[in-house]
């Protein structure tokens, strides 16, 4: 029988004063008579909307009916054949833009919970499932996968599965990319992405860590040591500022480099002496998910205050709608139609307040947002000691910078046709390297879609 309730079955959460002052999961995820129930919802529609949504082209009506079966091994598989990283994408994958969107459930109610039930299948698997020996017979065929974010490791499953030999370059001491130095642990556990990964290399993907390719090795070395095709996915990780006075006191951080701090070199963790500053007020310069991450985890470090300082209205905001909820729910404050005009220091040259300005939306810009105007006379004091900058980012320009017939645009991104094909031969981008920042789901998109075309491509020699 189908489960007609309007609502999607909770997802249980840590309280929110529990959780602001620790970097343990937020959600916790359906028990098995919790994911029953809500995979009862779907409707299992023989024009399978949701499935368009995906940017990996998930079965999904596939793996809910096999989770209503009591299968939860079938429903690992059906979700594998298109995404290699499913435990990620159930917990930061924007399915209300996307999968969910599209679900006719949502017409008149709440859509079926498919990223909640994605988590609960990949979960259950990691707990209970047995790993399969993968045996691929090789083809002989050596592709190159520099960057080991969501868009290469994406890549990289998808090449591997069609018998090449893959080895992935990446330039951190550890694998993940955004997924583990962008994404706090509250958020996604870096255990799970270590296992994700872990799954990959089984499979047959060789991944090297602090090989900064452009440096350690060019591209036309990399075609020396014969590998026919070269993937990009580098992602986009140089902070963009506002350039107003005060930027370089002590206490402004790029949320590229505070995020690193907190991720990767584990500043969250007693037992790491990692370099960061313990805030008692902060302000989040942005209104995207980056921001949200850095704002929650300013909380978690111990500050007593922080703020976001957006200078749209909350409609305008374009952070999941998940994340806003949860970051009030911690005691963030939201300071929308403000923008800061200059930061000032005290005799140390450390943060000690920032001057700001209200704004009103005026007429639609280019990116179809109302574009704020400022207030005159409206300038007021925010008192902070850190103010973190998460407001964009864009490509690393090493790669560009030390190879020839790559052609990049005017914000630094690579240039790629339909088939995510750069302009020098054989070698192929994707992911924030040509989107700009962006999200997750859709940089593996762009991975599997570069795949593709590397095989198509390949094959034919």
């Known amino acids: 029988m189908p489960n007609m309730s309007p609502k999607k079955v909770p997802m249980p959460e840590q309280d929110p004063n529990v959780r602001n002052r620790n970097f343990e999961e937020v959600s916790l995820g359906y028990t098995v008579e919790m994911a029953k129930e809500e995979a009862a919802r779907c409707l299992n529609c023989k024009t399978r909307p949701c499935v368009s949504g995906c940017p990996v082209n998930v079965a999904i009506p ?5 989770i209503c079966a ?21 917990r930061v994958c924007p399915q209300e ?56 490791l994406t890549c990289a499953g998808d090449l591997a599965k069609r018998g090449y030999d893959v080895t992935v370059f990446e330039a951190f001491h550890a694998p993940g990319g955004v997924l583990i130095y962008g994404i706090p642990e509250f958020r996604l556990p870096k255990t799970i992405v270590a296992e994700e990964i872990k799954t990959l290399e089984d499979a047959g993907v060789t991944v090297m860590t602090d090989m900064v390719i452009g440096r350690v090795l060019s591209l036309d070395e990399l075609n020396n040591m014969g590998f026919e095709a070269i ?43 990692t370099p960061i500053k313990k805030s008692k007020a902060v302000a989040v310069i942005g209104g995207g ?74 007429e639609p810009d280019a990116s179809g947002r109302r574009r704020p105007i400022e207030i005159a006379g409206s300038e007021f004091m925010l008192e902070v000691d850190s103010v973190i900058m998460a407001i964009g980012t864009s490509p ?47 940089a593996m998109g762009a991975g599997k879609k570069a795949a593709a075309a590397i095989d198509e491509k390949l094959s034919k020699k």
């Open 70 to 90: 009591d299968d939860f091994e079938g429903a690992y598989e059906a979700i594998t054949q298109t995404n290699s990283l499913p435990s990620i994408c159930g």
């Open 396 to 442: 690393n320009p090493l790669i560009r910078s030390t190879t020839k017939g790559l052609e990049t645009n005017r914000k630094g991104c690579f240039v790629v046709d339909d088939s995510m094909a750069t302009t020098r031969d054989g070698v192929y981008a994707g992911g924030d390297a040509v989107s700009g920042a962006a999200t997750v789901i859709l």
């Open 289 to 362: 998910n980056v921001a949200m991450d850095a704002a929650r985890c300013a909380m978690r470090l111990g500050a007593e205050k922080v703020y976001i300082v957006y200078r749209r209205s909350a409609e305008e905001m374009p952070a999941r709608a998940e994340e806003v909820h949860h970051a009030k729910e911690e005691g963030i404050e939201f300071c929308y139609l403000t923008n800061p005009t200059r930061i000032l220091g005290d005799e140390n040259g450390r943060v000690s307040s920032m001057e700001c300005i209200k704004m009103e939306l005026g």
């Open 231 to 273: 993937f990009i996915g580098t992602g986009a990780g140089l902070p963009q500022f506002l350039g107003i006075p005060g930027e370089s006191l002590l206490g402004v951080y790029s949320a590229n480099e505070y995020l690193t701090r907190i991720n990767l070199m584990k500043a969250y963790r007693d037992d790491y002496d």
């Open 62 to 66: 596939d793996f809910i009916a096999r």
């Open 97 to 152: 833009s996307q999968c969910e969107s599209k679900c006719v459930r949502g017409l008149k109610g709440e859509p079926v919970g498919i990223g909640r039930l994605e988590r609960f299948v990949a979960d259950y698997h990691r707990e209970h499932g047995e790993k399969k020996a993968v045996n691929v017979e090789k083809n002989g065929k050596k592709v190159a996968v520099i960057g080991a974010g969501p868009a290469g």
